[in-house]
């Protein structure tokens, strides 16, 4: 990536981050400290490519997301957006060093789906119905099977 492309990124993130703080300054207040300390991580991690500054860039980051994103959207819960933030770990890793960081998927899914509205009834379904989980896994081994190894998977040029 070249010096010009992560300027962009960095000027890019540090305008959302101003313009979603600036679009709910009513409830800004208490969330104001965690828009710019998660925002200083996010941008360190920008600039010197650290993995360890993204993390918790993006935690502190939804942390002030839901302080201000659960008084303005009733069913816009913390915990949902505290998932966002894990998510967004791989997100952000994947568009930016081209690199799939797969374990912040994990408290993210269970986080944001247990604050769903129904979210704790589809966590007991899917810990009742476990079984099937392992029909999916036999599934994508099954299919994994057919798949060249070092092959590309997409359907673009050079698969």
Same mark, same amino acid.
């Given at each position: 990536m070249t010096q010009q492309q992560r300027q962009k990124m960095i000027?890019? /993130?540090?305008? /959302?981050?101003?313009?979603?703080? %600036?679009?709910?300054l009513e409830n800004l207040g208490n969330?104001?400290?965690f828009f710019l300390v998660g925002g200083g991580f996010l941008v360190a991690y920008f600039y010197?490519?650290?993995?360890?500054m993204l993390i918790p860039g993006c935690i502190i980051l939804s942390l002030g997301l839901g302080s201000v994103g659960s008084s303005a959207f009733p069913d816009f819960t913390k915990g949902m957006a505290l998932g966002l933030g894990f998510?967004?770990?791989?997100?952000?890793? %994947?568009?930016?060093e081209k690199r799939f960081v797969w374990w912040p998927l994990i408290p993210g899914g269970? %986080?944001? %789906?247990l604050n769903l509205p129904r979210g704790r009834e589809l966590v007991h379904t899917v810990l009742d119905n476990w079984q099937l989980g392992l029909v999916v896994v036999g599934v994508m081994i099954f299919i994994s099977a057919f798949v060249k190894p070092g092959s590309r998977s997409g359907g673009g040029p050079g698969s």
């Amino acid at each position: 990536m070249t010096q010009q492309q992560r300027q962009k990124m960095i000027a890019g /993130v540090a305008l /959302v981050v101003l313009g979603l703080a %600036l679009y709910y300054l009513e409830n800004l207040g208490n969330s104001l400290i965690f828009f710019l300390v998660g925002g200083g991580f996010l941008v360190a991690y920008f600039y010197r490519r650290e993995f360890g500054m993204l993390i918790p860039g993006c935690i502190i980051l939804s942390l002030g997301l839901g302080s201000v994103g659960s008084s303005a959207f009733p069913d816009f819960t913390k915990g949902m957006a505290l998932g966002l933030g894990f998510v967004a770990i791989t997100v952000v890793a %994947l568009f930016y060093e081209k690199r799939f960081v797969w374990w912040p998927l994990i408290p993210g899914g269970v %986080l944001f %789906l247990l604050n769903l509205p129904r979210g704790r009834e589809l966590v007991h379904t899917v810990l009742d119905n476990w079984q099937l989980g392992l029909v999916v896994v036999g599934v994508m081994i099954f299919i994994s099977a057919f798949v060249k190894p070092g092959s590309r998977s997409g359907g673009g040029p050079g698969s």
